[in-house]
């Protein structure tokens, strides 16, 4: 794959000379000002990164270099009699800003099937070491640690390599992550809940069609839905915890591996990547409490009163920046309505589309009525026959490897240092209230 790896050094060399000069001649103006309560409440709202792949837009949802979720599934390439963008295409937008061609993407599809091959049988050890009732996250994570003994940057460092050369080994280390990370992930899905069945790698097929097929998936609209997902999980902006802890740790000089298993502990946390698995429970909670799977629109608004009277939140819904329905789960509705209109589940999750927001909108108190792409996800996998809901953190994972390990080989090839900002104790505070303190002035 020269022709990506060249590419991206030729656009990372343009944007590090670019950053230079506004750290120059900008470096000391004022981004906004930072608010006690944003000390205490999580860093929410602080501008302290920066975080090349994509952004978050408040009314258009997640922007890969400047492109809506509509816009790149009208512009990037789709396997051939697929519906759906290709995951391969969005990870070589991500790295250079440009919208690939078919050869293009053929091309990293190709490189990544080669990469493939040759995955230590100690990864699978370790992960054989652990119970069989061990969360599928944690077995994932322990693979890729594993997997860890394979990193060219940390052998090079090892050696004494040239800083200026840390993008080359990072690159080639998310390269081959990213081509070995489907390989561990089914292989946690088929120990816990396939008894163990074998399934070899189909090197013909897309990275996410390969997936699904390793997955034990070979139904042609569930390798679609596989590049669906994979595509629209893929990255977040830098603030969110599964970025911003790659980013973190990759920062120390951490390899991929580490960086990236990292980042996966953060996704594990129910505030993040488990958030999809949440809203399966609830809304089987909520079917035992009222008795059916088929409920009506006025069963699920009294189930939701009752949830939120209860001092919960309904999972799926509210966002810290969206202000307006996630094109992501628009993205899902859509397939959806086009592969599984019967489903039950399915349904549900569209009535508890049309119930939800007028509720918490009569609250008012929330900024953000309208689901995100958790409040889809679940169902759609489900409607497939994936209803091991514990497991589509994992599947989340294998997504947002694409971005973070995107992001770290620009931090890299940027020479961005570690991440060190400022932190202060109450007592700081308190006198700095009072005038005793300068800690910031």
């Known amino acids: 794959m020269e022709k990506l790896k060249t590419l991206f050094k030729a656009k990372a060399d343009q944007a590090a000379a670019e950053i230079k000069d506004l750290i120059k001649d900008h470096g000391t103006k004022k981004i906004g000002e930072v608010q006690l309560a944003q000390i205490y409440q999580g860093m929410r709202g602080i501008t302290g990164m920066v975080y090349e792949t994509s952004l978050l837009d408040a009314q258009e949802g997640i922007r890969f270099r400047g492109y809506t979720i509509p816009e790149l599934q009208q512009k990037l390439p789709k396997a051939k009699g697929g519906t759906e963008p290709l995951p391969e295409g969005l990870f070589y937008l991500m790295m250079t800003g440009e919208i690939p061609t078919e050869a293009d993407v053929d091309a990293l599809s190709k490189d990544w099937a080669s990469r493939a091959k040759g995955l230590p049988e100690h990864v699978f050890k370790a992960i054989d070491a652990l119970p069989l009732n061990t969360h599928p996250m944690t077995q994932f994570v322990v693979g890729v640690m594993a997997a860890q003994t394979e990193s060219i940057f940390a052998k090079k460092y090892a050696e004494g390599v040239n800083k200026k050369d840390y993008w080359s080994h990072t690159y080639e280390d998310s390269m081959n992550l990213i081509a070995k990370i489907p390989i561990i992930a089914a292989y946690v899905y088929r120990r816990k809940y396939r008894g163990g069945k074998d399934v070899s790698v189909d090197p013909s097929l897309d990275w996410a069609g390969n997936f699904a097929h390793l997955l034990s998936f070979d139904q ?90 209860e001092g919960k939140v309904v999972p799926g819904y ?64 489900s409607a497939y026959g994936m209803e091991n809901y514990e497991y589509y953190t994992v599947l989340f994972g294998v997504s947002r490897a694409l971005g973070v390990l995107a992001s770290l080989c620009w931090c890299r090839a940027l020479g961005f240092p570690i991440e060190r900002p400022k932190s202060v104790t109450t007592e700081n505070v308190k006198a700095w209230i009072r005038g005793e303190d300068q800690i910031w002035e």
């Open 318 to 381: 509210g966002h810290a920046v969206l202000r307006k329905t996630d094109p992501r789960f628009t993205a899902q509705q859509v397939f959806a309505k086009a592969h599984v209109p019967n489903d039950k589940m399915v349904n549900t999750v569209w009535k508890i589309f049309d119930t939800v927001p007028p509720i918490l909108q009569s609250l008012g108190k929330i900024k953000n009525p309208w689901p995100n792409v958790d409040a889809h996800s679940g169902a759609l996998l």
């Open 220 to 309: 042609e609209s569930f390798k679609d839905l596989m590049r669906l997902y994979l595509t629209i999980h893929a990255d977040h902006e830098g603030g969110n915890v599964s970025a911003h802890t790659t980013h973190l740790v990759g920062s120390a000089l951490s390899d991929a591996y580490l960086s990236y298993a990292a980042g996966m502990n953060g996704l594990a946390g129910p505030l993040h990547g488990l958030a999809n698995q949440e809203v399966i429970k609830w809304i089987a909670e909520m079917n035992k409490t009222i008795g059916t799977d088929s409920p009506t629109g006025e069963q699920i608004a009294a189930y939701v009163q009752k949830t939120l009277s």
